[in-house]
């Protein structure tokens, strides 16, 4: 059957079918750490290759003092933690559309209703709801149909377990397999 997790080969030998990806394999997890090496490349602008342990060492100045090497980004700074701060905040104008420095503490007071009933004002996207979590859902969803090339839903319906002629049970394999 087409749908069968089990393939024979030549001799009969039953052969779980993985569905996906399939395993990982040494040439699959080379090509993630090229990808990764490439971004360490495009955010620190060096090569993670050529750092070392010799890269950590102490480095001395005409005075003979000591100092350590930083590698990376270094340390955190008033300026860099200003820009980085600066950064979240044009995220958040990006995503709620307003300033973040526009609101103040009078944002989160209560407020009451003619019968004096007190209530807390919610700023922002206010309190998750069914339908919220249902769009963020099929979000995810249609992430991983795009990343994995199959509905997630289809896997959930389908049997997980098998048992061969000789009574072995046999797992089914979903996505990259096991490592």
Do not use: C, H, I, N
């Amino acid at each position: 059957d087409e749908d069968s997790e089990l393939e024979y080969d030549a001799d009969g030998t039953a052969w779980v079918r993985t569905v996906g990806t399939g395993a990982l394999t040494v040439d699959v997890l080379e090509d993630m750490l090229a990808e990764v090496k490439d971004l360490y490349q495009d955010v620190f602008g060096r090569d993670a290759d050529a750092e070392s342990d010799e890269d950590s060492e102490l480095e001395y100045d005409a005075d003979g003092t000591a100092w350590v090497r930083t590698v990376g980004t270094g340390a955190l700074t008033v300026d860099v933690l200003e820009d980085m701060l600066a950064e979240v905040k044009d995220l958040y104008q990006d995503v709620f559309g307003r300033d973040a420095d526009a609101e103040s503490d009078e944002d989160s007071e209560l407020e009451y209703d003619a019968d004096g009933t007190a209530w807390k004002k919610t700023v922002g996207q206010g309190p998750l709801t069914a339908s919220v979590l249902e769009d963020k859902l099929d979000e995810v969803k249609a992430l991983y149909r795009e990343r994995f090339g199959e509905d997630v839903d289809e896997g959930s319906e389908q049997e997980t377990f098998e048992y061969d002629e000789d009574g072995t049970l046999w797992s089914k394999t979903v996505g990259k397999g096991p490592l």
